[in-house]
């Protein structure tokens, strides 16, 4: 088991794409380039792990470490978040416009885009955090009060991260 000590520290990273550069021969352009600022991120605190599983609703982990991590891409952004906690990620662009049927079904209604877009994010990042991707069911989805929750909210983009441990801190590393 590899064992790395974060503390109580929590470290996000969001890259703008076209500084990722990327040899890829499949179909997974985005999954490669969030591994490639996932390594970066891990290469800062000197921590070498390649072996990436994914679970049976698509949660990838590491193999036999207690370090925890979750990516998330947009159209032009790859956001990644690691820890010794459980942790979930999601990023939109503010140009992404959620439907009215999406908002009827999945966000109880809610009015403007602005708003819609933050709680679509905030509700995928929980999820993300649980390990149940998209299978949750987003209408009746309730946060669990012993998580904690940080909103980055930029000129283009809105980020939301969920981490289990309620007193975490939020750091931002900047490659």
């Given amino acids: 088991m590899f064992n790395y000590n974060f503390g109580d520290n929590l470290y996000y990273s969001i890259v703008n794409k076209s500084d990722i550069h990327v040899y890829n021969t499949s179909n997974r352009i985005e999954t490669d380039q969030a591994r490639v600022v996932l390594n970066d991120m891990l290469n800062h605190f000197n921590v ?14 590491f193999k036999k470490s207690n370090i925890f991590f979750n990516y ?34 999945y966000l109880n209604g809610v ?19 649980k390990g149940l991707g998209l299978q949750i069911g987003f209408s009746n989805l309730k946060y669990d009060c012993n998580c904690k929750n940080i909103l980055i909210n930029e000129d283009e983009f809105i980020c939301s991260i ?14």
Wanted: charged share 35%; hydrophobic share 30%; glycine share 4%.
């Fill in 111 to 129: 009015e403007g885009n602005n708003d819609k877009l933050i709680q679509w994010i905030k509700k995928e990042s929980y999820s993300k955090l």
């Fill in 48 to 61: 070498d792990i390649d072996e990436i599983i994914i679970d049976d609703n698509g949660k990838p982990y």
């Fill in 72 to 105: 998330s891409h947009s159209k032009n952004y790859i956001a990644c978040v690691i820890s010794n906690y459980e942790v979930g990620i999601d990023i939109e662009e503010k140009t992404r416009n959620i439907s009215d049927d999406i908002s009827k079904k």
């Fill in 162 to 175: 969920f981490c289990s441990y309620d007193n975490i801190k939020f750091n931002n590393l900047k490659f």
